[in-house]
């Protein structure tokens, strides 16, 4: 198994065209709406669950069994991987149910799509997306920190992300998610100059999360090819915030405007799907084919409306390790990878 990096645009070529899709094509056919059959089927494996674990990180598939829907859910992930890349499953009843349980059910879904991923350095497992008060030009700040304004398209480093709407806010925050395996390959038919640049280095910020001692950034490609699948990696602020390390290569104009190039297709509505998240909406991406991002948004705390969405990181079953390059595999010797810790740190996060 082997990566390998075009060495001309001679050598460019579209990769899965199976799993290309524009916004006229997908429409809504990425939701799956829970009927009340499945609903209950969830409830149950919550009681299940309950009974077995007192930490929801402790919680596995045969903990949160689900005899009809699991089935379902392992399509999914292959779907995920080897089609459209996008789900949002819709209709599990937050209300009425407590934050822990919850949160449970959702830990639950997710150990039937993958394996949990530390989501930092201090091996998160379980993330809190809402407004923590992080400064969008904190060059530490981490995306799930900042509230309030619009992400740019952008990756997670992980197989599949998954994110639990516990609340919308107040208004705005539609989450936005792009094919860019449509991209890719419409750069290769058509300006494959762009897409030669997006094959090459970009240096990226470790935003204070680099090994002791280590290198405060790292280089990655935006495209990688691994025999035939694709592999993108991108988030445009890391990339831009490297500038602050002096040791940081410096990108030519032209890498620059094949960002920009890539940017504007992401934007561009052909490209795209928006969708508002609600209570109890559970959405999964494929981190390698999709980018996302999210429209603005505004709290109002004073009625009780706070944005808040839980994060999950997860290694698929579908890909093994020798099925993607090297710096897309799960590090488990890293000193982050650590439940116990992670543990703690998430009951610390709940107070």
């Keep these: 198994m082997t990566t390998t990096q075009p060495a001309a645009i001679d050598d460019l070529r579209p990769l899965e065209t199976h799993c290309e899709w524009r916004a006229a094509d997908i429409v809504d056919s990425y939701v799956w709406h829970l009927d009340r059959d499945e609903i209950a089927e969830l409830a149950e494996a919550l009681s299940v669950a309950q009974l077995r674990c007192d930490d929801v990180l402790d919680v ?12 379902r859910l392992v399509d999914t992930a292959d779907q995920l991987i080897n089609g459209a890349g996008v ?9 009425g149910h407590t934050r822990e349980q919850n949160e449970i059910v959702y830990w639950g879904v997710g150990m039937h799509l993958g394996r949990p ?18 400064a969008a030009n904190d060059p530490t700040s981490r995306g799930n920190e900042v509230g309030g304004i619009a992400f740019p398209f952008h990756s997670d480093g992980s197989d599949l992300v998954g994110l639990f709407c516990l ?53 990655m490609p935006a495209f990688q090819r691994h025999d035939e699948r694709l592999f993108v990696r991108y988030i445009r602020p890391y990339i831009n915030s490297v500038k602050r390390h002096e040791s940081a290569p410096r990108l030519a104009p032209s890498t620059i405007a094949a960002m920009d190039r890539l940017d504007a297709m992401c934007a561009d509505p052909t490209f795209h799907v928006k969708m508002q998240l609600e209570p109890g909406d559970m959405q999964f991406i494929n981190n390698y084919h999709v980018l996302h991002g999210r429209d603005s948004y505004a709290d109002d705390a004073d009625h009780g409306r706070v944005r808040h969405l839980k994060r999950l990181w997860l290694e ?15 590090d488990r010797t890293a000193s982050h990878w650590n439940k116990r810790k992670a543990k703690d740190d998430f009951a610390a996060q709940r107070g």
């Design 87 to 95: 789900r949002l499953i819709r209709g599990w009843p937050t209300e």
């Design 167 to 219: 609340d919308p806010g107040a208004e705005g925050g539609k989450s936005i998610v792009a094919n860019a395996l449509a991209i890719h390959n419409e750069l290769v038919r058509n300006e494959p100059e762009v897409a030669a640049e997006l094959y090459g280095d970009l240096p990226y910020d470790y935003r204070g999360e680099e090994r002791a001692g280590g290198r405060p950034w790292y280089t």
């Design 316 to 330: 698929t079953r579908v890909l093994a390790d020798d099925q993607k390059p090297e710096s897309f595999r799960l």
């Design 117 to 134: 991923w530390p989501q930092n350095a201090r091996g998160h497992l379980l993330g809190d997306v809402t407004d923590q008060k992080k």
């Design 60 to 71: 596995t598939v045969d903990d949160f069994p689900l005899p009809t829907l699991g089935a």
